[in-house]
């Protein structure tokens, strides 16, 4: 099987004798695969042209149904996935991670739609008021980005890997080269070809390089972003590339780092605390054996409880059965290759050098179901270092592979210290049930690590575990870990988007933005807004109402429905000290009487109140003060369908600006509504 790259629109075979790639149990040759002659400008260009075209013209709301369009489609047929998978060396649960996690995580990208407008474009932050009268005002807008999204990615994860970046970039609206790595790309490739065939992506959105890439970043412009997940030394060998500097290209680098897992003081055998961590560790070294960038793999316990926790590990590495993923009883498979076999004997022999050996023997284990001579085959050790501040190779050297070391520490702030020499990490678990050690852990240490799971009995039923990135958290650390980040929820999605500022008048900016401004021309029309559809709403539309006085009764009568008996509005001898001059009126009420001032009693479009978004009381309401209000159509986000008999809607926010006789604002609120669309209207 020879694999082939998909550039410019067509599958094609790549040039030359290519690059091996072997089955990781059986040693068998799968194929080869290869990037020789690709001219990665035109590739490039390519992608800008028309991936990048037919995804901007794409609102928020239209990419993210496109990406559960994608996620359902892949999930129907995830089988297929798993059979290629066990050529890699993983388990069936290995690769839940990996095929399941990754389309979970295009699943989670296009729930994210709901927090964006249905444009192609988002507004970011709030506006800046720049002049006195307020008629010259700035804001910020985010645009997709007119490059390519570069992506290369490791050989541990070669469906996650790519999934998790591109339901990002995708929904920002920017298409994407992928090159996964010449060892497991054939895995990539298999999905590629069914995203391709389904036609869901626009054509351009993705390409794949199959090959070493060689020459892949040589034409980056300032537009396009490069991702990277794989080792330190070579990302910052790739983000130092002239062509990155001199473009100020956007280098997000995801690397390998030496993790930590702390085991609180508290947490002593026999707690719910020491199994969870004990369990934590084992499953942390023996997952996808040991090949993920966030494996434990320095053990920080207390020096009392060493021997304890040495004697556990030991006992449940024991229990795990090396082999082809598919026999049954196997829960580790193989390394992913062979030359990676030789990678991890060479680190754990540097390791060695200052720890020994508690568990594990590198010759002597056994395999079932496959010949050990023939597979990527590496059985889990642990090491144990009991001089950590002098012996620092444990805080240096990564062997990716099932290898942890444990190492004593006096007190918590040794701890801290301990799991922050690795120079910064991905992810590190603290595991106690002492609020005082979760937080003088978190405080101490979360500048060095990207992430902190906090582990004990509350959360360990549904904890995803320290190893499991998340799509609405960040993925990436500090220092060593390449100080970058991936997925975030909706910080991911900037990172592929461009921010400008705005300024103007506030109608020129609600035009350019198409969210109505304060101060911005305001439209009135015969017809009160509540009998309109969603798409005859205009931005800027605004329904004056009549205006009412407010009376002393008004404010008692409120405080006995609602129950709301502050002082500040039923007792007028506790105001001295405040800054009331008497009995003011409850801010719910001015909202309420706002309400229901703007608010069309007859039935109409509009089928329901959908929340508050913002409110704020501006100015105090006594009894005399004549109020109005000012309903302006906001916004306007179209909602899909749910099924073929949900009715056509949209939501729409309002802003209600309540006013007094001096035409000062009092009280300025934005309520969401549901309003039916006119194409079904009872």
Not at 359 to 384: N, S, T
Not at 505 to 533: C, L, M, N, S, W
Request: hydrophobic fraction near 40%; charge should be negative; aromatic fraction near 8%.
């Amino acid at each position: 099987m020879n694999l082939h790259n998909y550039i410019i629109g067509r599958w094609t075979p790549h040039e030359g004798e290519g690059i091996p790639q072997f089955n990781a149990i059986t040693g068998e040759r799968i194929g080869t695969c290869g990037s020789e002659g690709i001219d990665y400008a035109a590739v490039l260009d390519y992608g800008r042209r028309v991936g990048g075209a037919a995804l901007r013209k794409m609102t928020f709301q239209e990419r993210g149904r496109m990406l559960k369009a994608l996620a359902l489609h892949l999930n129907e047929i995830k089988d297929k996935y798993y059979k290629i998978s066990y050529w890699t060396g993983a388990t069936k649960a290995d690769s839940w991670i990996d095929i399941d996690g990754g389309i979970g995580t295009l699943f989670a990208y296009a729930s994210l739609r709901r927090k964006f407008p249905d444009s192609p474009f988002c507004v970011d932050g709030e506006t800046a008021k720049l002049s006195k009268e307020g008629t010259f005002i700035g804001h910020h807008i985010m645009v997709p980005k007119h490059g390519v999204a570069i992506h290369i990615n490791a050989f541990n994860f070669p469906i996650w890997g790519m999934l998790e970046k591109l339901s990002v970039n995708l929904f920002a609206g920017v298409p994407a080269v992928v090159k996964p790595s010449e060892i497991t790309s054939y895995l990539a490739e298999a999905m590629v070809r069914d995203i391709i065939a389904s036609g869901i992506i626009p054509e351009g959105a993705l390409q794949l390089i199959n090959g070493s890439g060689i020459g892949i970043l040589d034409p980056v412009t300032s537009q396009d972003v490069v991702t990277f997940t794989g080792s330190a030394s070579t990302g910052r060998m790739l983000k130092a590339l002239p062509q990155i500097i001199e473009n100020a290209v956007p280098f997000n680098m995801e690397a390998d780092s030496l993790n930590a897992a702390i085991l609180g003081e508290d947490a002593l055998p026999g707690t719910p605390e020491f199994d969870l961590f004990i369990k934590e560790v084992r499953r942390e070294m023996t997952a996808k054996t040991g090949q993920k960038c966030t494996a434990i793999r320095r053990i920080f316990v207390p020096e009392n409880l060493v021997e304890d926790v040495q004697t556990a590990l030991r006992k449940e590495l024991a229990k795990t059965t090396l082999g082809d993923p598919q026999a049954e009883g196997v829960r580790m498979g193989a390394l992913v290759s062979k030359g990676q076999q030789e990678e991890v004997r060479r680190r754990l022999e540097e390791l060695t050098r200052s720890s020994q050996v508690v568990y594990g023997d590198i010759e002597q284990y056994e395999v079932v179901g496959a010949q050990k001579d023939k597979g990527a085959f590496f059985p889990p050790v642990l090491l144990r270092n009991d001089d950590p501040f002098h012996n620092q190779d444990t805080h240096h050297i990564e062997a990716f592979g099932p290898i942890s070391t444990i190492m004593p520490y006096r007190d918590l702030e040794g701890a801290i210290a301990l799991a922050n020499m690795g120079k910064g990490s991905l992810v590190s678990t603290i595991c106690t049930y002492d609020h005082r050690i979760s937080r003088e852990y978190v405080m101490g240490a979360a500048a060095y690590h990207g992430r902190i799971l906090v582990l004990n009995r509350d959360s360990g039923r549904e904890s995803t575990g320290h190893g499991s990135p998340m799509p609405l958290l960040v993925h990436g650390g500090p220092g060593r870990a390449g100080g970058g980040e991936e997925m975030g929820g909706i910080r991911g999605v900037k990172h592929y988007l461009q921010r400008t500022a705005i300024q103007g008048h506030p109608t020129d900016i609600g035009a350019i933005t198409g969210v109505y401004q304060y101060g911005g021309k305001q439209i009135e029309k015969d017809v009160h807004p509540f009998r309109k559809h969603f798409e005859d709403l205009e931005i800027g539309e605004t329904l004056w109402t009549h205006k009412h006085t407010v009376t002393e009764a008004d404010i008692a009568n409120f405080a006995n429905v609602s129950g709301d008996n502050f002082y500040a509005h039923v007792d007028a001898t506790s105001l001295e000290g405040t800054p009331f001059e008497r009995r003011v009126a409850h801010g719910y009420w001015v909202l309420s009487k706002a309400a229901g001032m703007f608010v069309e009693p007859r039935k109409g479009p509009v089928m329901l109140n959908y929340g508050l978004e913002e409110c704020r009381f501006t100015k105090p309401v006594y009894p005399g003060m004549t109020i109005g209000v000012r309903l302006t159509v906001k916004e306007k986000i179209a909602q899909e369908k749910r099924d073929e008999n949900d009715v056509p809607k949209g939501i729409v926010k309002w802003l209600v600006d309540v006013y007094d006789e001096t035409g000062e604002t009092v009280a300025i609120a934005t309520i969401l509504t549901m309003v039916r669309k006119a194409s079904q209207t009872p």
